[in-house]
């Protein structure tokens, strides 16, 4: 089992950043591949960035390519989202994932935080 929990959103203007964290339990996190995704009103969740279970390889949507930057300590057992140059289309919930393998695709969740960016 892994617990997942997000922190850092809030609210920004266009152009600013913002840095999400989430803090996992278990002690088999450094292991799995995470990812964060986003919701925005509306709209279906969405892939936002991976990153493989060692760090050394990272995925990103094109919208985001070039402005986020997905990283993670496993010592520490967090996984980061830098966000910079942000947009009011960024504005979402965003939610931390872990892929332990039991199924296809990512069977942990995150309650999520939310990123609101003002134009």
């Known amino acids: 089992q892994v617990q997942l929990v997000e922190s850092g959103g809030g609210l920004v203007q266009a152009g600013g950043s913002l840095r999400l964290s989430c803090a996992a339990s278990?002690?088999?996190?450094?292991?799995?591949?995470m990812g964060w995704f986003r919701q925005a009103p509306g709209k279906e969740r969405e892939f936002v960035a991976g990153?493989?279970?060692?760090?050394?390889?990272?995925t990103y949507a094109d919208s985001v390519k070039g402005r986020f930057t997905i990283s993670r300590d496993n010592a520490k057992s967090t996984v980061a989202l830098q966000m910079n140059s942000l947009k009011p289309e960024d504005t979402a919930v965003y939610y931390c994932?872990?892929?332990?393998?039991?199924?296809?695709?990512?069977?942990?969740w995150g309650q999520g935080t939310q990123v609101t960016v003002s134009s």
């Open positions: 994932a872990a892929r332990s393998g039991r199924i296809a695709g990512y069977d942990y």
């Open positions: 278990g002690r088999t996190f450094s292991s799995y591949p």
């Open positions: 990153i493989s279970w060692s760090g050394g390889v990272t």
